[in-house]
T-cell receptor, first 115, second 112 residues
Framework: EAGVAQSPRYKIIEKRQSVAFWCNPISGHATLYWYQQILGQGPKLLIQFQNNGVVDDSQLPKDRFSAERLKGVDSTLKIQPAKLEDSAVYLC?????????????FGEGSWLTVV | GENVEQHPSTLSVQEGDSAVIKCTYSDSASNYFPWYKQELGKRPQLIIDIRSNVGEKKDQRIAVTLNKTAKHFSLHITETQPEDSAVYFCAASVPNNNDMRFGAGTRLTVKP
């Protein structure tokens, strides 16, 4: 079974530039998540989709971050303009449904460095 | 919202010894508690989980215990091996919402 795919794996940008990350979840998984993992910390949920609808974006800095999952499969996370503190690994994850207890499977992550 | 605290932040043990990592959670409605292992540069991977209707679960050298009254749960690794070296994260989520809140992680080092 294919896992969660993410690209690009690594990105270095200057502050105030923009960046976009792409995610393809496990086939059949209705729920998709974007997490931010700052070095030395646990993953922090940015946004959760159920199919193509947002169910939780309370921790997404909406002045600079946006995400979409237009067709209920792939998703894109965008940061514009980037700040130094956005340097982190952006982990996409998916689960079969959003019911508690459904295993969340993570992608390898997109490593962002803002200089 | 849910807040998960994890300790210790680092743990070093000799090969063959046991390792224990502890987590506390704040939301008494939380009912699902997974543990993830993350090797350097790799994705977090689920190693064991426990639901609130169970007090203990074991899978070979790994076990997890849950105390709902005290709102804490622990990961126990016995007979540790060098390949157990990684960062371990605990997490908690509430019913009907798989919004997983993670602890800050424990870096386990197993010395051969």
């Amino acid at each position: 079974e294919a896992g969660v795919a993410q690209s690009p794996r690594y990105k270095i940008i200057e502050k105030r530039q923009s960046v976009a990350f792409w995610c393809n979840p496990i086939s059949g998984h209705a729920t998709l998540y974007w997490y931010q993992q700052i070095l030395g910390q646990g993953p922090k949920l940015l946004i959760q989709f159920q199919n193509n609808g947002v169910v939780d974006d309370s921790q997404l800095p909406k002045d600079r971050f946006s995400a979409e999952r237009l067709k209920g499969v792939d998703s894109t996370l965008k940061i514009q303009p980037a700040k130094l503190e956005d340097s982190a690994v952006y982990l996409c994850a998916s689960s079969f449904s959003r019911n508690s207890g459904n295993t969340i499977y993570f992608g390898e992550g997109s490593w962002l460095t803002v200089v | 919202g849910e807040n998960v605290e994890q300790h210790p932040s680092t743990l070093s043990v000799q090969e063959g010894d046991s390792a224990v990592i502890k987590c506390t959670y704040s939301d008494s409605a939380s009912n699902y508690f997974p543990w993830y292992k993350q090797e350097l540069g790799k994705r977090p991977q689920l190693i064991i989980d426990i639901r609130s209707n169970v007090g203990e679960k074991k899978d070979q050298r790994i076990a997890v215990t849950l105390n709902k009254t005290a709102k804490h749960f622990s990961l126990h690794i016995t007979e540790t091996q060098p390949e157990d070296s990684a960062v371990y994260f605990c997490a908690a989520s509430v019913p009907n919402n798989n919004d997983m809140r993670f602890g800050a992680g424990t870096r386990l080092t197993v010395k051969p």
